[in-house]
Nanobody, 123 residues
Framework: QVQLVESGGGLVQAGGSLKLSCAVS????????MGWFRQAPGKEREFVAA????????YYTDSVRGRFTISRDNAKNLVYLQMDSLKPEDTAAYSC????????????????WGQGTQVTVSS
């Protein structure tokens, strides 16, 4: 019943921008912390960004801080990841995730996951 559906991925040149969206249904959205994670071929899934219930608090991994912005619209059950100044190293499948309670940086602590959207950044 719970669904998380990502969109907005694509191919972009280095230095460009993309905005990912995650549509959530089947749960009380405002009661869940939300996170974005990414996984490149041959690499472990890594934390990217997280946002609190109300959107008042955010956290980013060091490699994206200052370039990426996470936000949420609780009225529309949407979470976003604005990605600016993209680098080839950002190439990965990006997934959104929902955690019942406070958002964390640990993927194993999230309850629900989307299938992901591919982001490819060319040199």
């Amino acid at each position: 019943q719970v669904q998380l559906v990502e969109s907005g991925g694509g191919l972009v040149q280095a230095g460009g921008s993309l905005k990912l969206s995650c549509a959530v249904s089947g749960l009380t959205f405002s009661s869940y912390g939300m996170g974005w994670f990414r996984q490149a071929p041959g690499k472990e899934r890594e934390f990217v960004a997280a946002i609190s219930f109300s959107g008042s608090s955010t956290y980013y991994t060091d490699s994206v801080r200052g370039r990426f912005t996470i936000s949420r619209d609780n009225a529309k059950n949407l979470v976003y990841l604005q990605m600016d100044s993209l680098k080839p190293e950002d190439t990965a499948a990006y997934s959104c995730a929902a955690r019942r309670g406070i958002a964390t940086i640990e993927p194993g602590e999230y309850n629900y996951w989307g299938q992901g959207t591919q982001v490819t950044v060319s040199s």
